[in-house]
């Protein structure tokens, strides 16, 4: 529909008597012409964070981008209003960052999901992607391009979230290191601005918009589509678990993985095993028997607080340029040079399916015991290489305090070369290209943690954060999906790139409509 046409049949002056101060949508729904807009829903104020729950004057359920147009049209022109508009993915934020307080909430999961996969027949005349719009999961469009055969090529963790909501942070699992973040193997957008103008942008195309959007905290406008890169899909992985008792010799052997290994291997990431629970996130497919060797260790070592870090990695069953790679042999190669305790390591075979839904098995297994939607005061730091051993002392001194630690402490290497620097993503000033990827991703089980004791971990997190930024520390950290409040902690966070995001703030959304859960800028009207 012609988007002048589809403008006419707005109720235009109902609209802006409505928006007028004080611009509150609570008495009913409301209906302007194409334009309905909800009272709210139960998903509007909240997230996976259950920290924030700030509630929306009004949700939109939008069927097309148009719609997400004509409302930020209409809100960027009145200068009677001061709604702000949030996009809403899945609403796996920590903390409020969906979230639009008195504002309006557009729930992205509405738009009629549309997955177009393009096979390249040969690579010379470019590669194959898939178009698909922003609210749809990942895990709908791995599903529809195994059906062809194909896949994307970078991951997160967890596949329940939206195209549209890990490419405004950046989308970072086991493949980082090779393929690069999810932001960096998307070639297309097409972005709603904050001013409601409907743009296709690309590296080559309205370039500022397409690299401010990624990884842009959704400051500049909303993903209605995007184009995301495809490979040919493996059938099988093989999945490796080692074990170390030494925190130096773990993170050598994780970067020598993602270094010189890096055309070998196909995933890696590392924990540290803290207690009997960190075995059993997202092992299903591990024997038993692994688990059992550690309480032995445990108890050994209990006086001596020694911890157990473990290096995950796998091999995919693919092609290279002479056939099918051999697992078994390129195993023992990558193992042969690697240090790990010799009798803890364990590898087994699962469907590349299986493999990338692992963490969906964990959510299965929380559910049932209640324990999925709860609290989560989750921390995520980029930490320099060169700083790593101090931040896992700062980590686990800190925690240590908390002998009950529920949650899983990820941390493996990335490689900072295969970030696009043009993009609004944010990593650590550091000059070597390898930095740690650490997420300390706690739950607080209602049952033995009460409000106090969540404000407690949450005040954890915020020391560990602020000593880990702090120059004067020697570690130079930088929060991933980062939460500040306040102006100069953004403009602390950003440095550099700060002048920029804010020239491409007045570029896109001069009136700082967009995301206000993000707490950068104040709106403006
Ligand atoms: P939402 O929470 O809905 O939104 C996040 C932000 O993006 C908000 O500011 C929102 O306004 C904005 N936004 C949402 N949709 C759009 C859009 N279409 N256009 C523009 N802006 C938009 N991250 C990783 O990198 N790797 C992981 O392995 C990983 N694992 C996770 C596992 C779990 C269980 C959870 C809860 C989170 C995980 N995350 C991971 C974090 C996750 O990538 C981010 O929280 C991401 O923003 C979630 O996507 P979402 O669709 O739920 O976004």
Redesign the pocket.
């Known amino acids: 529909m012609e988007f002048a046409l589809f403008c006419t049949r707005v109720n235009f002056l109902a609209f802006l008597l409505a928006l007028s101060s004080p611009c509150k949508f609570i008495q009913s729904p409301m209906d302007f012409g194409p334009l309905k807009l909800l009272q709210t829903t139960n998903t509007a104020s909240l ?2 964070g259950r920290i924030y729950f700030n509630t929306p004057s009004a949700v939109l359920r939008p069927q097309s981008p148009e719609e997400i147009s004509v409302l930020l049209s209409l809100l960027s022109a009145s200068s009677f209003c001061e709604a702000t508009v ?8 920590i903390n409020g ?2 979230q639009a307080l008195n504002g309006i909430v557009v729930e ?1 999961d509405s738009l009629p999901s549309s997955i177009k996969i393009h096979r390249s027949a040969d690579r010379t005349f470019g590669p194959s992607y898939a178009d698909v719009s ?2 749809t999961l990942w895990v709908e469009l791995l599903k529809e391009t195994l059906r062809v055969g194909l896949t994307p090529r970078s991951w ?3 596949l329940y ?2 195209i ?3 490419l ?6 086991g493949q980082t290191f090779k393929y690069g973040p999810q932001i960096s193997n998307v070639i297309q957008l097409d972005v709603v601005t904050g001013s409601g103008e409907l743009v296709t942008c690309s590296p080559s195309k309205s370039s500022d918009l397409f690299f401010a959007v990624l990884g842009g ?2 400051q500049f406008g ?2 209605t589509s995007a184009r995301i890169l495809l490979q040919e899909a493996p059938h099988k992985v093989k999945w490796v678990r080692a074990f170390y008792d030494d925190f130096e010799t773990f993170t050598k052997d994780q970067e020598l993985l993602v270094v010189s290994m890096r055309d070998k291997v196909d995933y890696v990431e590392g924990f540290i095993v803290l207690n009997e629970g960190s075995l059993h996130s997202s092992s299903f497919a591990f024997p038993a028997n692994m688990s059992s060797i550690f309480p032995q260790l445990f108890q050994q070592n209990t006086s001596s607080n020694i911890h157990y870090y473990c290096i995950e990695f796998a091999i995919y069953d693919q092609h290279d340029k002479k056939g099918f790679i051999n697992v078994g042999q390129v195993l023992e190669e990558i193992s042969n040079k690697m240090s790990f305790m010799s009798s803890l390591v364990s590898s087994v075979e699962v469907p590349y399916f299986d493999f990338l839904n692992r ?1 969906n098995i964990e959510e299965v297994n929380l559910r049932r015991i209640g324990l999925w939607d709860v609290a989560h005061p989750w921390l995520n730091m980029f930490v320099p290489k060169a700083g790593i051993t101090k931040f896992r002392d700062l980590m686990l001194q800190t925690i240590s305090a908390s002998p009950t630690f529920e949650g899983p402490i990820l941390l493996y290497p990335i490689l900072k070369d295969k970030w696009n620097s043009n993009s609004s993503a944010v990593l650590p000033d550091s000059e070597d290209n390898v930095v740690y990827i650490v997420g300390m991703l706690r739950s607080a089980n209602p049952n033995t943690c009460s409000q106090q004791c969540l404000e407690n971990l949450l005040q954890q997190n915020h020391q560990i954060a602020k000593t880990a930024i702090d120059p004067g520390m020697g570690i130079g950290g930088k929060q991933y ?1 980062p939460h500040y409040t306040q102006e100069e902690q953004w403009r602390a966070h950003f440095g550099g790139k700060w002048q920029r995001f804010l020239a491409r703030k007045s570029d896109f959304d001069p009136q700082n409509i967009l ?1 206000p ?2 707490a950068i800028f104040k709106r403006k009207y």
Do not use: E, K, P
């Open positions: 997230d996976f949030a996009a809403r993915g899945a609403g796996h934020s960052q969906a992205m922003g609210g997160t963790d967890y979230l939206s549209g909501g890990t405004s942070n950046g989308g970072i699992s905290l959704g909303i993903i963490v999906l995301a859960g993000q």
